[in-house]
């Protein structure tokens, strides 16, 4: 299939020109919880409409729904939509909403709302955007339903862009590559150094799914430890191996060492006691944890799996270590620890890598070109 290119460096805001003014976008979601991402959509709302862009949104629900609202953002609530995998009925409501509202382009979020956007599109005759921030589960097909002569897909790193090319087959110049923006302001009270005399905290924070790898966090601890290295260890999050990960700090004999904090309302309070942030996973779809432990000004070791190659230039603004092999892990975490020289200068070079390139500002102008190429590619069809 032929199709119009859309750059895949979200359009001509990314070279350093002036980003283009795009009129209206209405957002649907199936719903606003109260995570990492859903945060992300409500700060890029405005961020938006700071810029001039009217935006208005229709969700399933959720406890961002006020925060929304309370931003000056009109907010639809329709319990349809908390479930896309229903029949493709369209809510007449919500096709006059979209009518109304007259936007340049809807942007949907989230890899279940494809077949919805697809449809909506069609019948509201407009242009869309779907951003994917997940690959497809474990063990079934990556396909993404969709008119991509029509839409296009955002994609919030390189190795999810190459997933949807490879195993949806869709064409690489109809998916855009834009990582989720980070609100460098809202991560300054995250940023204190702390005493260099006390025992240094090591630890992971996140999601506890098999994809984040912690199993060889863990494993990591215990080397260090053997290795006569004195640290506490954090590993923040829930999660389905959670019951897992417990029963193995417990055969390994490190719960003295390490604390597991389940009940985590802001990761950022739990990166901001950490003295080394280690990312250990084996499949990476987003790569913000990165971001926000640079931008909480911590050193990072990261495995070698998604984002975090294109994030991490190894020894420059972090340390990279191979997949699932906490040896490795272990022994870039001490080289850290015992040179404090080292965890500055990376610190200091990913913050300004955040700042210049994965701010909100700088994610937002890339976004607003993408959108301008679509608009121009849809009044082209």
Not at 98 to 126: C, I, Q, S, Y
Not at 316 to 337: F, M, N, Q, S
């Amino acid at each position: 299939m032929c199709h119009t290119p859309v750059p895949g460096n979200g359009g001509p805001a990314s070279n350093g020109a002036r980003p283009p003014k795009v009129g209206k976008v209405f957002f649907v979601a199936a719903g606003v919880g109260d995570d990492s991402i859903c945060h992300s959509v409500l700060r890029l709302a405005s961020e938006l409409r700071r810029r001039g862009t009217e935006v208005a949104m229709a969700c399933g629900g959720g406890p961002l729904v006020a925060g929304f609202r309370q931003r000056g953002i009109a907010t639809i609530v329709m319990g349809r939509l908390a479930n896309p995998r229903l029949p493709l009925l369209a809510p007449r409501a919500l096709l006059d909403d979209v009518a109304r509202f007259a936007p340049d382009l809807l942007h949907f979020f989230g890899r279940p709302m494809a077949r919805w956007a697809a449809r909506l599109a069609a019948l509201a005759d407009k242009p869309y955007v779907l951003t994917v921030t997940t690959f497809a589960p474990h063990g079934q097909r990556a396909r993404l339903p969709g008119d991509w002569k029509r839409g296009a897909i955002m994609a919030v790193g390189e190795e999810l862009r190459e997933e949807l090319v490879n195993q949806a087959h869709i064409a690489k110049d109809a998916i855009a590559v834009i990582p989720i923006g980070i609100a460098l302001g809202e991560y300054e009270r995250y940023q204190a150094t702390h005493d260099r005399t006390a025992i240094p905290v090591v630890g992971t924070v996140g999601p506890l799914t098999p994809e984040r790898g912690c199993e060889y966090f863990v494993r990591a601890a215990k080397e260090i430890l053997d290795r006569g290295f004195e640290a506490q260890f954090l590993l923040a999050g829930n999660g389905p191996e959670l019951s897992r990960l417990r029963r193995l700090i417990h055969e390994l004999r490190i719960d003295k060492w390490v604390t597991v904090a389940e009940s985590v309302p802001d990761y950022r309070q739990m990166i901001a006691v950490l003295d080394v942030c280690v990312i250990p996973a084996v499949r990476e779809g987003l790569g913000l944890d990165v971001l926000e432990a640079m931008a909480c000004r911590k050193p990072v070791v990261a495995t070698g799996a998604g984002p975090a190659c294109s994030l991490i230039s190894d020894g420059e603004t972090g340390l990279l270590a191979p997949k699932k092999d906490p040896a490795t892990l272990a022994e870039k975490v001490i080289r850290l620890l015992r040179k404090p020289e080292l965890a500055q200068s990376l610190v200091n070079a990913a913050y300004r890598m955040v700042s210049e390139r994965y701010s909100l500002e700088a994610t937002t102008d890339r976004l607003l070109g993408f959108y301008a190429r679509c608009i121009e590619r849809s009044e082209a069809r």
